[in-house]
Nanobody, 125 residues
């Protein structure tokens, strides 16, 4: 079992930045693929960014490419999502997720084994 705890959400004006963190409970964190997803009210959960176990492969949704950066620190069991140039349409609850066998990234939420509780990001116009 892996417990994931997100932090760093909040209220920011359009054009601003936030950095989300997701701390994992397991010392085997370095073997997991990690992903960030988001869900806005009335919408399905959508993929935002993914990173493989080593950090050498990253994948982004088209809507966030060039603005968001996913990274990880395996020594600290933490994955990050740096969000720049935020837009009102980025408003959502952001979730981190983990999947074992992490040599590649995955965009489908159903392929992840563990989820955090989510952190709210609100971007005002």
């Amino acid at each position: 079992q892996v417990q994931l705890v997100e932090s760093g959400g909040g209220l920011v004006q359009a054009g601003g930045s936030l950095r989300l963190s997701c701390a994992a409970s397991r010392h085997t964190f370095s073997s997991y693929t990690m992903g960030w997803f988001r869900q806005a009210p009335g919408k399905a959960r959508e993929f935002v960014a993914g990173i493989n176990s080593s950090g050498g492969i990253t994948t982004y949704a088209d809507s966030v490419k060039g603005r968001f950066t996913i990274s990880r620190d395996n020594a600290e069991n933490t994955v990050y999502l740096q969000m720049n140039s935020l837009r009102p349409e980025d408003t959502a609850i952001y979730y981190c997720a983990a999947r074992g066998s992490g040599w590649r990234t995955y965009t489908q939420p159903g392929l992840y084994d563990y989820w955090g509780q989510g952190t709210q990001v609100t971007v005002s116009s």
